[in-house]
């Protein structure tokens, strides 16, 4: 039976103004198994209305009732798991551990913002101006614009409004088209039964064909004072000029070109087990993945062994089967788009210990690459699915160089059993993130989350998610007349 889902505009479920709906399908058998409400211009204007006029009441909340409210919905949230993920195997093919994950962090974002909500926002200034008192105080931006990826649907739908609520604006969401419903409603609905007020967070859902007009609309209306979007390099650059062209700030959370270091000291058994999960985890479609592993010279036969028959061994399909690792790609022409890179770089030199090939509907084995050339697609773009590119270094010097060989600077792994060693590196590598003794993927709460380059600016995560969605005001009070020259 096909669902239908509405838009969530005001605390109410309401169909597109033009009634026009659009269908949500199953990555793993192609089928259609939702539908939801085509949003246009004018529900953007109706969504950015029910934002503007909650945002008094949600602001002028106290910290306490706020609290309750994100407390509550985590609750909401994790007593909700299993219908998570039966919600995330239809429409991203999620596997039950990667939902299940999905869902205890998006559980712990609400907790964290609820912590968030009575620590200090504001500091006392020193002042030359004698009788006086000088603040500076972080208060509510207004309306938010959140835009919000498929792959991690439950975590960044959460975050993408978590934040920006704690710190006392609302949000308008727009759901990404392929996780309209675990990505954006689920999230809404947690939040709307938690008692969040009507029109705190609203909700669009549009068809794939209008996406940059209701992003444009979105981000153009004067009332949204920030933007911030998780998804690709090339459409945060897209939503980084609007916000620009109106003067907007804008937290981008994009792709990255992920390395996983592995040095002449590592253990091998342990590093194979490491990457393996640092690529293939969620069928690689994680901005976090690691699609490059740089091997030290030494280790680079064995390892290379060692991954490429653990690789072969990872079983793919139904997501819904427990025995499965690596579930269906979000679609069948992802999973095209996947092989076309490994197509092109073998073309042009590379080998294939493990895996290749052409796909099968949406599903695409693990596969392993080694002597990936310059020139091919896949040494600088984000692969975005189950493959990983191998390569050796002789020295630290020539580690990081290739390391940094990349401008979507997220995260990167060093794989050592020397912590030292591998602080000396992490200092040198150009990314946002480095996780020394273990691989690439990783998110707590209480983190400063992003990249450098073309991986976007700002933070999610901790103090500095509600510093990116509030604005610091200079305050004096006089407890003097002033003299005055004139």
């Known amino acids: 039976m096909i669902v239908h889902r509405n838009l969530q505009i005001g605390g109410r479920d309401v169909p597109a103004a033009s009634e026009r709906t659009t269908e949500d399908f199953d990555p793993y058998t192609g089928e259609a198994f939702a539908t939801v409400a085509a949003a246009g211009a004018a529900d953007v204007t109706r969504a950015v209305d029910a934002a503007d006029a909650a945002f008094a009441a949600w602001s002028a909340t106290g910290p306490a009732a706020r609290r309750r409210v994100f407390r509550r919905a985590a609750d909401l949230l994790e007593s909700r798991a299993d219908d998570a993920v039966a919600l995330m195997a239809r429409e991203v093919g999620a596997t039950g551990p990667w939902a299940r994950f999905n869902v205890g962090l998006a559980a712990e974002f609400l907790r964290e913002t609820a912590a968030a909500m009575s620590r200090p926002r504001g500091e006392v200034l020193a002042t030359n101006e004698e009788g006086a008192l000088s603040l500076a105080l972080r208060e509510p931006l207004g309306v938010v614009a959140a835009f919000a990826p498929w792959n991690a649907p439950l975590i960044l739908g959460t975050r993408a409004v978590a934040a920006a609520l704690g710190a006392g604006n609302t949000v308008v969401l727009k759901a990404s088209e392929q996780a309209p419903l675990c990505g954006g409603l689920f999230v809404a609905d947690v939040l709307r039964e938690a008692g969040l007020p009507d029109g705190a967070v609203d909700v669009l859902t549009n068809d794939p064909a209008d996406a940059a007009d209701v992003a444009s609309a979105l981000i153009a209306d004067e009332r949204v004072r920030a933007v911030n979007f998780t998804g690709s390099t090339r459409t945060g650059r897209i939503v980084g000029a609007h916000a620009a062209r109106h003067l907007k700030p804008a937290l981008l959370e ?138 050796e270094f002789a020295d630290d010097d020539e580690a990081v160089a290739l390391a940094n060989a990349t401008d979507r600077g997220l995260t990167c792994g060093i794989l050592t059993e020397n912590g030292t060693h591998g602080l000396r590196l992490a200092r040198r590598i150009r990314t946002g993130i480095v996780h020394v003794g273990d691989q690439t993927i990783a998110d707590e709460p209480t983190a400063p989350f992003g990249g450098v380059g073309a991986s976007g600016f700002g933070r999610f995560g901790g103090r500095w998610g509600l510093e990116a969605f509030s604005n610091t005001r200079w305050v004096t009070l006089a407890t003097r007349h002033a003299p005055y020259p004139f």
């Open 254 to 391: 994009l792709g990255g070109k992920n390395a996983i270091l592995v040095l002449d000291d590592a253990d091998v058994d342990h590093a194979v087990a490491a990457a393996a999960f640092g690529a293939f985890h969620n069928s690689g479609q994680i901005c976090m993945s690691g699609d490059r592993i740089l091997v030290h010279a030494s280790l680079a036969a064995e390892f290379t062994e060692k991954l490429a028959a653990k690789a072969a061994a990872l079983p793919t399909g139904d997501p819904r089967d427990p025995g499965t690792v690596l579930g269906p790609l979000i679609s069948r022409a992802a999973a095209r788009r996947v092989a076309g890179l490994v197509t092109d770089a073998v073309a042009r030199g590379a080998t294939v210990p493990a895996g290749g090939g052409a796909p099968a509907g949406a599903l695409y084995p693990a596969t392993v690459l080694t002597g990936v050339p310059h020139d091919a697609a896949l040494y600088g773009e984000e692969a975005f699915g189950p493959v990983v590119s191998l390569a």
